[in-house]
């Protein structure tokens, strides 16, 4: 099997609601496509990661100009061997928008592997380790016309409300009055702060199921502060 062509579809919609994190405002959602075409029929399909304010043509651009001449003839199969060649090449001169471009393509590459032999990707890798998983709420930024902290304390309830036991959001230093607000007023509360290379401060934080308005028996809420607080760095020599 051999790859012939690998086509990027890039899709964009504008928000109704737009809404602002660390980075600034985030006016519509954006994705890049990965579709690759083999010689035997087979199609691979995967996505790149373009969150936050990234457009998704720089993806579609690297793998254009960049991946689609270096992969036309090789064997899906090769799929590390392919990585490794798209990493260093890139290495250079991509950073993260070409890591989140090899990943559409590395997405695709395992996708046809597995429509190929019949499996699911999860059996070519070694096999399942859980059959279900937890889903969690990411939420909490900001949208104009709102009271911050009101709208925050509110979203957080209607979340429990709903059953998410855990939800994730960009960290600023203005949602931290809304844990003073509503979690440092009730008992049985426990903090637990990490660094993360690439995110600065990762906090976790659990909720007692003694509090009234919890509805599991803790709430776990992990929180990336999308490099919030990270600072320009002078290179000297």
């Not at 996505?47 to 043509?57: A, I």
């Not at 993360?196 to 803790?218: D, F, I, N, Q």
């Amino acid at each position: 099997m051999k790859v012939v062509d690998i086509v990027a579809h890039v899709l964009s919609s504008p928000l109704e609601e737009p809404f602002a994190f660390s980075q600034g405002w985030v006016e519509g959602r954006n994705a890049m496509v990965v579709e690759l075409l083999t010689d035997e029929g087979v199609t691979g399909w995967g996505e790149s990661l373009c969150h936050g304010l990234q457009p998704p043509e720089i993806a579609a651009s690297f793998l254009e100009h960049c991946f689609n001449p270096m992969l036309i003839g090789r064997d899906p199969f090769d799929v590390e061997v392919l990585w490794e060649e798209m990493y260093n090449r890139t290495r250079p001169f991509g950073g993260g928008a070409a890591i989140n471009a090899i990943s559409g393509v590395d997405v695709a590459l395992w996708d046809a592997i597995g429509r190929y032999l019949g499996q699911p990707v999860h059996k070519l890798l070694g096999g399942a380790f859980r059959s279900e998983l937890t889903p969690y709420a990411t939420g909490f930024y900001r949208r104009r016309g709102e009271e911050y902290l009101r709208a925050g304390v509110e979203e957080a309830r209607r979340h429990l409300s709903e059953g998410f036991s855990g939800w994730v959001r960009s960290l600023r230093s203005s949602f931290l009055r809304i844990f003073e607000m509503w979690f440092f007023t009730v008992p049985s509360v426990s903090i637990r702060a990490s660094t993360r290379a690439t995110s600065g401060l990762v906090w976790g934080m659990r909720r007692s199921a003694s509090t009234p308005s919890a509805a599991s028996p803790t709430t776990s809420m992990p929180s990336s502060t999308s490099n919030s607080f990270l600072k320009p760095r002078r290179m000297r020599t």
